[in-house]
């Protein structure tokens, strides 16, 4: 198909594909006027389409209006096994139920490149931009909004969404410059969100996937995974929207219990256990070998493919100019390289001429990816992990050690650490400033303080620190700094709050001596 036909953009409906149905033919009226895409050998300043004011009719659905729009195209999407050789014939389609190659690594998802770049760069850049903020199913999530590069051949009627994405990219004015002495510092906080953190972006990708197999009668009778929190919230949350049954491994006692709440809030069936999140995983991979129950685990590459729209957007945000450094918490490790494909393909189909570099931060007390790297990428060793606030990332054995690798290694990146007293006064510093973070964005601040005292990132260094979970879900630890009953920790910027008897005199005398230690002229 060239791409020089008349097609019509998302900004005129939910794909840029050429239509089997002639808008003249069409028993709707159309939203937009048709534009011409343009291919990489045409005009990259074709003019964006004009919104023309219409409302589906009003016993409609925007899931049934979207069932109206027939449309066809030749992008496509498969599992290979994870940097395999590229003379390698092995792959998968997205259909078959199955998280490792043949010899036992990892897969990933392999979109078909040729097909995708029959569209120039400055096409793909305008259909994004034209459906930020839209209500067309299912194209006003952050995720499903970059269909074509996430899931191409899914029906849009087995997309399970809540129009995730489109998170703040929020400049961090007072805390770059008061802090850090940087006047160009962002905080992507991708916890703003349906269930609170980022893991939202690839669940909605993963579930919507199950979705469809369900319904081709595939042997899935629920989805499982292990959790340290966040990721379970996000499962329970798009199975309970899809009414498709969720079962979550929980370690006991290692999560906050408003994480531990989410799951069990959307009906979860929930098995809290005696181990830790590599104790969990373990066994729900044996689980998951056994019986009918979908891996939901970033093991599943699947999810990978939503998170990596994060990249895009920050690039969307910055009117597609590239940051110079994007720091990402880890753990796991699949967030890392999400973000590394996302920024790749960005490039590779001609959105930017450049990647960001990429610093992986991580708590010291779960840090084999940081000890990795300190010993220049010999052989990988798993550690014990510790007990650590920044919970999510408290993770020995991460699944996707040799994705994070790749990326680091292909984006000139950085590894960092926090000590527990690191993280959370960075945490309060960055609240004092208006935020309201978790602990693991504590830990990728703290790798960016270290990074700017030992002058590898510039003060004028445009630097995007990724915020993976809302700070509400971490309050106790928040109640806890505050008061000082943190063991064996400062806590040197907490701010408890001050007992003062019923009386004028004695609330007067306390503001008194607080509004002078803010100014002395008072």
Same mark, same amino acid.
């Given at each position: ?462 630097? /995007?620190? !990724?915020?993976?979970?809302? =700070? ?5 630890? *928040?109640?806890?700094?505050? $008061? @000082?009953?943190? +063991? ?9 709050? /001050?007992? !003062?008897?019923?009386?004028? =005199? ?5 503001? *008194?001596?607080?509004?002078? $230690? @803010?100014?002395? +002229?008072?």
């Amino acid at each position: 198909m060239a791409a020089s036909c008349m097609l019509r953009s998302s900004f005129l409906s939910p794909n840029p594909h050429l239509h089997q149905q002639s808008p003249a033919k069409s028993n709707r009226a159309s939203f937009f006027t048709p534009i011409k895409a343009t291919s990489s050998s045409d005009d990259a300043n074709s003019k964006s389409p004009q919104l023309q004011k219409h409302r589906r009719p009003a016993d409609e659905n925007i899931r049934e209006e979207a069932r109206r729009d027939i449309s066809s195209h030749n992008f496509s999407a498969r599992y290979v096994p994870f940097n395999a050789d590229p003379n390698s014939s092995e792959w998968y389609p997205l259909d078959e139920i199955i998280y490792r190659s043949r010899s036992g690594g990892l897969l990933d998802v392999q979109h078909d490149m040729d097909a995708l770049k029959k569209f120039d760069g400055q096409y793909w850049r305008s259909l994004f931009d034209s459906r930020v903020g839209k209500t067309t199913w299912p194209y006003g999530s952050g995720v499903w909004s970059k269909k074509e590069w996430v899931l191409p051949e899914i029906d849009s009627d087995d997309i399970v969404s809540a129009f995730e994405g489109n998170s703040n990219l929020f400049w961090a004015e007072r805390y770059g410059k008061q802090f850090l002495g940087m006047n160009d510092l962002w905080v992507k906080h991708c916890g703003i969100s349906h269930t609170g953190s980022f893991k939202d972006l690839g669940m909605t990708v993963l579930v919507s996937q199950v979705n469809r197999l369900r319904k081709m009668h595939k042997p899935v009778v629920g989805v499982g995974c292990a959790s340290t929190g966040d990721t379970s919230a996000a499962l329970s949350a798009y199975c309970a929207s899809a009414g498709i049954p969720s079962i979550v491994f929980l370690p006991a006692n290692k999560i906050s219990m408003a994480q531990l709440v989410q799951p069990i809030a959307n009906g979860a069936f929930v098995l809290s256990i005696d181990t830790d999140f590599d104790g969990c995983m373990q066994l729900i991979r044996e689980v998951t070998a056994e019986l009918p129950i979908y891996l939901a685990n970033s093991l599943n590459s699947l999810r990978l493919e939503g998170q990596k729209t994060a990249a895009i957007e920050i690039l969307q945000q910055f009117e597609w100019e590239v940051p110079d450094w994007v720091i990402v918490p880890g753990g796991n490790l699949g967030n890392i390289y999400a973000f590394y494909k996302g920024f790749h393909m960005c490039k590779e189909l001609g959105l930017v001429d450049r990647i960001p570099r990429l610093v992986c931060a991580q708590a010291a007390n779960a840090n084999p990816l940081y000890v990795h790297y300190k010993s220049g990428w010999k052989d990988f060793k798993p550690v014990k992990a510790n007990t650590t606030f920044a919970s999510a990332i408290q993770i020995g054995d991460p699944v996707s050690i040799d994705r994070a690798v790749f990326a680091l290694k292909k984006s000139n990146g950085i590894v960092e650490e926090a000590t527990e007293e690191e993280l959370m006064d960075a945490m309060a510093q960055a609240d004092s400033t208006g935020m309201f973070i978790c602990p693991h964005t504590g830990v990728a601040l703290t790798a960016l303080s270290k990074l700017r005292k030992a002058g590898v990132i510039a003060p004028t260094d445009r630097t /995007v620190v !990724v915020s993976t979970a809302h =700070g509400l879900k971490f309050t106790q630890s *928040k109640v806890d700094y505050h $008061s @000082k009953e943190i +063991k064996n920790m400062e806590c040197r910027f907490a701010n408890p709050p /001050v007992q !003062v008897k019923a009386d004028f =005199g004695s609330v007067m005398d306390v503001l *008194k001596k607080y509004l002078l $230690s @803010k100014n002395s +002229k008072f």
